[in-house]
């Protein structure tokens, strides 16, 4: 069963602070990670995409890794501030057959930046 | 810079009732998609268009029907809500299935009582 699991489920941190979010996925075949912001009350908004040749992706001052081998990839926020408090989400497309395209969701990680 | 709009935002019903939600993109995406979003879940995809006229299933489609009669629109519909579709509806809008970037709308609560 494909699946997408983000850890941790919360976090805490003071602002300026650095942080690291994590995913793992079962997904086969892989297509591509995503990584989506979401705000409270809002939707979600991308950050970055990262196809299976692409290991590190910047973004401001969020960078994402990606190991297709182990499965696994990580989201690192620099010099955390305030709106960085939202829900991340870690998603992974699959390629390929009748699936080509389906993307699986992971439940989130709620970052909560406090002054 | 509207990019993609769903209307209403929030909305009550009564075990029973009917409601639509309505997507609206301006982006001139091929696809389209409706997903539901529950505490401690991660977004499920309920259905999705790869293109005007056309519709599918997702992973939740049970209870719900959609149609896109113009390209820039996706209406969701409940014929009969239960309380189990109580829940946060996103749409969004691709312009390639896969490897595109899905922009999603602002989300619709719905709470069925």
């Known amino acids: 069963k494909n699946q997408v699991e983000q850890s941790p489920q919360s976090l805490i941190i003071l602002e300026g602070k650095n942080c690291t979010l994590q995913c793992n996925y079962t997904v086969s075949p892989f297509s591509n990670l995503r990584w989506y912001k979401q705000d409270t009350g809002r939707g979600p908004v991308s950050l970055t995409i990262m196809t299976f040749s692409e290991n590190t992706k910047s973004n401001g001052r969020y960078t994402a890794t990606l190991d297709a081998d182990t499965k696994q990839s990580s989201l690192h926020i620099t010099a955390s501030q305030l709106s960085d408090s939202a829900s991340y989400i870690c998603?992974?497309?699959?390629?390929?057959?009748?699936?080509?395209?389906?993307?699986?969701f992971g439940q989130g990680t709620i970052l909560t930046v406090h002054p | 810079n509207a990019g993609v709009t769903q209307t209403p935002k929030f909305r009550v019903l009564k075990t029973g009732q009917s409601m639509t939600l309505l997507c609206a993109q301006d982006m001139n995406h091929e696809y389209m998609y409706w997903y539901r979003q529950d505490p401690g879940m991660g977004l499920r995809l309920i259905h999705y268009?790869?293109?005007?006229?056309?519709?599918a299933k997702g992973e939740v489609p049970d209870g719900y029907n959609v149609s896109r009669l113009k390209k820039q629109n996706f209406l969701l519909g409940l014929e009969s809500a239960a309380p189990s579709q109580t829940s946060v509806y996103f749409c969004?809008?691709?312009?390639?299935?896969?490897?595109?970037?899905?922009?999603f709308g602002e989300g619709s609560r719905l709470t069925v009582l």
């Open positions: 998603v992974v497309s699959v390629t390929g057959g009748t699936s080509y395209g389906k993307l699986t």
């Open positions: 969004a809008s691709s312009y390639s299935i896969g490897a595109g970037e899905l922009f």
């Open positions: 268009s790869v293109g005007e006229g056309t519709t």
